[in-house]
């Protein structure tokens, strides 16, 4: 997992979208078309960190209602959103200015739209609109029904709002919570969707819970649901350090607070399967034999959950002191 086939790309536009956010525009650097995407693909972007190299997950944006900016693309956009807590990503992208070279791993779409007869209903929070623009955009080049409610703190802190108005016109529902006075109601949003429409939902992860425990709900099946995570869990205030125990060898791990089991088995040599790092893939799955599980995942079932057999290590933690898996 570790080793990754890149390709080695240009940043010929780096400019600041606002306060928090940075938008970097990749061509080859021999001007050859790069690979296709679909949209809600990704690219991983190799970022220099304090503790040495990583790649990170961006959704490719694209705002033309045009196949040939999916099919053959000239160039690649991303949206870097900046996290000064984060381990340093964001702020090596931030830093970044035109002419610097970039290794990026091929597009891959875990977030893909699909085929339905009503509408796309697209529901953004903050930069999880970056894979929602490219999906606006491949509807309208379909001619195919389909409306957006982009929610933010304030405008200013909003990627694309114009563009966005241009594509999709009416299609567009913009939230500021600081206009509105307060956030978006999403059983509101809900309420507005008809029976053969699809939400499609891409944001927080206070918004996605919100979402996934409002549809639940309503009796709404997984298929009419499509979801992405932009980022791991934070930290929070009740995240507390434990062990883990590796049983085909005996040895025992700390895990801090701040840090993830996956982290960890990286940091002492091992090499386990992984890809997202935000608990949506199910890469990472690890058998439990023993101990409390936190889950915080989007991909076991409620009765996977309940059995505690098995967990994403990428996010989920210990609830107690002591957790053995079967590594």
Request: aromatic share 6%; net charge negative; hydrophobic share 40%.
């Amino acid at each position: 997992m570790n080793t990754v086939a890149t390709l080695a790309l240009q940043v010929v536009e780096a400019r600041d979208l606002g306060p928090l956010i940075r938008q970097l525009r990749l061509r080859s650097i021999d001007g050859a078309v790069l690979p296709g995407f679909s949209a809600g693909s990704h690219v991983r972007v190799q970022v220099e960190l304090p503790d040495g190299s990583d790649f990170r997950h961006y959704s490719l944006v694209n705002l033309l209602p045009d196949g040939a900016a999916f099919d053959a693309p000239r160039e690649y956009l991303i949206a870097v959103r900046r996290e000064d807590e984060g381990r340093g990503g964001s702020r090596f992208l931030h830093r970044v200015q035109s002419g610097a070279c970039l290794s990026v791993a091929p597009p891959k779409n875990e977030f893909p739209l699909r085929e339905h007869a009503g509408a796309a209903v697209l529901l953004a929070g903050g930069i999880g609109v970056t894979p929602l623009a490219s999906m606006a955009a491949q509807r309208v080049a379909g001619r195919a029904p389909v409306r957006m409610i982009y929610a933010g703190r304030s405008r200013s802190l909003m990627a694309f709002v114009p563009e966005l108005q241009a594509l999709l016109g009416d299609g567009l529902q913009i939230h500021a919570d600081d206009e509105a006075g307060e956030p978006l109601d999403v059983e509101l949003v809900l309420d507005a969707c008809r029976a053969d429409d699809q939400l499609y939902v891409c944001g927080p992860k206070a918004m996605l819970d919100a979402v996934l425990k409002r549809t639940q709900a309503r009796g709404w099946t997984s298929e009419r649901v499509h979801f992405e995570v932009f980022a791991a869990p934070a930290v929070t205030g009740t995240d507390h350090a434990f062990e883990v125990v590796l049983a085909q060898s005996g040895r025992i791990l700390r895990v801090p607070a701040d840090r993830s089991i996956l982290d960890c088995l990286i940091d002492a040599g091992y090499d386990p399967m992984f890809d997202c790092k935000r608990g949506e893939c199910g890469v990472c799955v690890a058998t439990v034999l023993d101990g409390e599980i936190d889950h915080r995942d989007y991909v076991l079932s409620d009765r996977e959950k309940r059995e505690g057999k098995v967990m994403q290590i990428c996010v989920s933690r210990c609830k107690g002191k002591r957790l053995v898996i079967d590594m």
